[in-house]
């Protein structure tokens, strides 16, 4: 069981201090405590991102997203009391309280979960790279240095860090060189499996020539990103949401180097001087159901937004996960610098 010296927080405090708290602590929750030590309320990763989705900002305060009542455990229950209220509630953390103080917080996962989770990764490394050329004319791209190692080998620790370690890479370009690489895995405390694109799939396409179905839910990543995104918290927040598909997002910002004129009915409405719009963009990281599966067909080209397409088609349920962490993707060559420069501040060395 965790204390909670660590974790506790004010109900007066910001998002951004309400995430200081929770990026600190062990399990990854922050509690709201009273000046005499009563449990006014929780918050986790993903009620800062959806109050993020809504439009909240960092400095808001945390008052109108805190979960106010909370599921919690007495200090005499036994554990398989405690476990059967975890699995009834769907939870990941139970308080601990007595003569209704809260006295620490029981990580369900000190009881039940192995190191390794099952859940498949499925990283899409067949790329070209040509925006990149001359430096990918011998190396795929995520192979190229960044730091002091392949981006790739940064993906496969960053993954291997939550515990998902069952690995399949999607290649095709200079295949051989990520293979000789990586092996089997074991080098890295991960299994690897390799699937060959003999023709251009797509970023979806592929996910159709493997050759076991995944049993449990599982994650896609494009191979050229640098991103510190606790793959966790993606985990967590899809199975929350009830999710067929996640699709980690990114809010992007481009300004309009003109003057923008609103017209309607004929007549000027009004006129913006250099308007900045605001968009969520794809961050090429998914977690989908094996379900999924079903709708991408057999050995063609097939993209991630025509699949998206399909499910939304079938009113499938999709989520979106805000990312706040790092995140870079590396596909030109002031992207490729951008990313050296900032690696060792993001990653360490």
Known sequence: MYKIDEIKINQNASIKEALEVID???????????????????????????????????????????????????????????????NEKKLHQIPIISNGKLIGIQDIREFLAPKNKPNKVILMVGGLGTRLRPLTNDVPKPMLDVGNKPILHTIVENFAKYGYT???????????IIKE????GDKFGVKIEYVLENQRMGTAGALSLLQKRPKDDFFVMNGDLLTNVNFEYLHEYHK???ALASICIRKYEMQVPYGVVNVRA????SIEEKPTQSFFVSAGIYMFSPIV????????????????????????????FPIREYWLDIGRMDEYRRANDEYEGVFGL
């Not at 109050?51 to 200090?75: E, F, Q, R, T, W």
Request: glycine letters at 8%; proline letters at 4%.
């Open 266 to 269: 004929n007549k000027v409405t």
């Open 24 to 86: 600190k602590g062990a399990i990854k929750v922050a509690v709201v405590l009273s000046d005499d030590g009563l449990l006014l309320g929780m918050l986790n990763d993903g009620d800062i991102r959806r109050a993020l989705l809504k439009g909240m900002s960092l400095g808001d305060s945390i008052a109108g997203i805190i979960n106010k009542h909370p599921v919690v455990a007495n200090i005499n229950d036994t554990k398989e009391r405690i476990l059967e209220l975890a």
């Open 293 to 320: 599966l079903d709708f991408i067909p057999k050995g063609v080209f097939y993209d991630m937004p025509t699949l998206f397409s399909e499910l939304l088609k079938h009113d499938f349920p999709i989520h979106p």
């Open 181 to 184: 690489y990586f092996g089997n």
């Open 166 to 176: 069952d690995i399949i890479m999607c290649v095709n370009y200079k295949s051989e």
């Open 240 to 242: 929350d949401s009830n």
